[in-house]
Protein backbone atom coordinates (compact mmCIF):
# COMPACT_ATOMS: atom_id res chain seq x y z
CA UNK A 1 0.00 0.00 0.00
CA UNK A 2 2.80 2.39 0.92
CA UNK A 3 2.56 5.28 -1.82
CA UNK A 4 -0.60 4.24 -3.21
CA UNK A 5 -1.31 7.71 -2.72
CA UNK A 6 0.89 9.56 -4.56
CA UNK A 7 0.82 7.06 -7.63
CA UNK A 8 -2.76 7.24 -7.50
CA UNK A 9 -4.20 9.13 -10.64
CA UNK A 10 -6.11 12.57 -9.06
CA UNK A 11 -8.69 10.64 -10.63
CA UNK A 12 -9.42 7.28 -8.54
CA UNK A 13 -12.55 7.73 -7.10
CA UNK A 14 -13.17 3.72 -6.76
CA UNK A 15 -11.04 1.16 -4.63
CA UNK A 16 -11.21 -2.40 -3.71
CA UNK A 17 -8.39 -4.01 -1.58
CA UNK A 18 -8.99 -7.70 -1.66
CA UNK A 19 -6.58 -10.82 -0.08
CA UNK A 20 -6.11 -9.68 3.68
CA UNK A 21 -7.45 -7.10 5.74
CA UNK A 22 -6.05 -3.94 5.84
CA UNK A 23 -3.46 -2.61 8.86
CA UNK A 24 -3.55 0.81 10.17
CA UNK A 25 -1.03 1.99 8.24
CA UNK A 26 -2.89 0.88 4.60
CA UNK A 27 -5.41 2.39 6.16
CA UNK A 28 -4.34 5.66 6.77
CA UNK A 29 -2.52 5.85 3.27
CA UNK A 30 -6.04 5.21 1.65
CA UNK A 31 -7.15 7.72 3.61
CA UNK A 32 -5.12 10.40 1.47
CA UNK A 33 -7.08 9.42 -1.13
CA UNK A 34 -9.21 12.67 -1.16
CA UNK A 35 -11.74 11.47 -4.35
CA UNK A 36 -12.12 8.20 -3.21
CA UNK A 37 -16.29 7.17 -3.40
CA UNK A 38 -16.58 3.66 -3.37
CA UNK A 39 -14.20 1.62 -1.40
CA UNK A 40 -14.31 -2.06 -0.53
CA UNK A 41 -12.12 -3.81 2.00
CA UNK A 42 -11.45 -5.36 5.00
CA UNK A 43 -9.75 -3.83 8.26
CA UNK A 44 -7.30 -6.05 10.48
CA UNK A 45 -8.85 -4.02 13.50
CA UNK A 46 -12.41 -2.70 13.18
CA UNK A 47 -12.09 0.07 15.74
CA UNK A 48 -9.72 1.78 13.04
CA UNK A 49 -12.98 2.10 10.91
CA UNK A 50 -13.28 5.76 12.26
CA UNK A 51 -10.47 6.77 10.25
CA UNK A 52 -12.65 6.45 6.57
CA UNK A 53 -14.28 9.68 7.90
CA UNK A 54 -11.27 12.07 6.08
CA UNK A 55 -12.21 10.45 2.74
CA UNK A 56 -15.31 13.24 2.73
CA UNK A 57 -16.54 12.12 -0.63
CA UNK A 58 -17.16 8.73 0.49
CA UNK A 59 -20.42 7.44 -0.96
CA UNK A 60 -19.97 3.54 -0.74
CA UNK A 61 -18.55 1.86 1.72
CA UNK A 62 -17.81 -2.32 1.83
CA UNK A 63 -16.39 -3.90 4.31
CA UNK A 64 -15.27 -7.21 4.92
CA UNK A 65 -15.22 -8.77 8.29
CA UNK A 66 -15.07 -11.39 10.38
CA UNK A 67 -15.43 -9.32 13.59
CA UNK A 68 -17.99 -10.02 16.25
CA UNK A 69 -21.42 -8.45 15.00
CA UNK A 70 -21.38 -6.40 17.89
CA UNK A 71 -17.83 -4.52 17.36
CA UNK A 72 -18.72 -3.83 13.95
CA UNK A 73 -21.99 -1.95 14.61
CA UNK A 74 -20.33 -0.27 17.60
CA UNK A 75 -17.19 1.03 14.88
CA UNK A 76 -19.47 1.63 12.56
CA UNK A 77 -21.45 4.10 15.17
CA UNK A 78 -17.78 5.80 15.64
CA UNK A 79 -17.69 6.07 12.05
CA UNK A 80 -21.01 7.61 11.52
CA UNK A 81 -20.07 10.09 14.61
CA UNK A 82 -16.95 11.41 12.72
CA UNK A 83 -18.44 11.88 9.21
CA UNK A 84 -20.91 14.16 10.77
CA UNK A 85 -18.01 16.03 12.04
CA UNK A 86 -16.54 16.02 8.56
CA UNK A 87 -18.93 16.27 6.48
CA UNK A 88 -21.64 19.05 5.59
CA UNK A 89 -24.74 16.44 4.98
CA UNK A 90 -27.17 17.93 3.22
CA UNK A 91 -30.65 16.34 1.91
CA UNK A 92 -28.44 14.60 -0.99
CA UNK A 93 -25.52 13.29 0.92
CA UNK A 94 -25.41 9.54 1.40
CA UNK A 95 -23.55 6.61 2.59
CA UNK A 96 -23.69 3.12 2.43
CA UNK A 97 -21.92 0.74 4.54
CA UNK A 98 -22.27 -3.14 3.96
CA UNK A 99 -20.66 -5.87 6.34
CA UNK A 100 -19.81 -8.76 4.22
CA UNK A 101 -18.62 -12.00 6.39
Given at each position: ??????QA????????VGGSPMSLEDLMEICTIERLKN???G???VNTM???AQLTQLKVLTITSKHPRPDFFEAV????????EN???SDKSYLTICCLD
Open positions: MEGLAQPSKLDNLTLTCLVDYHLLRLYEAFKIAV
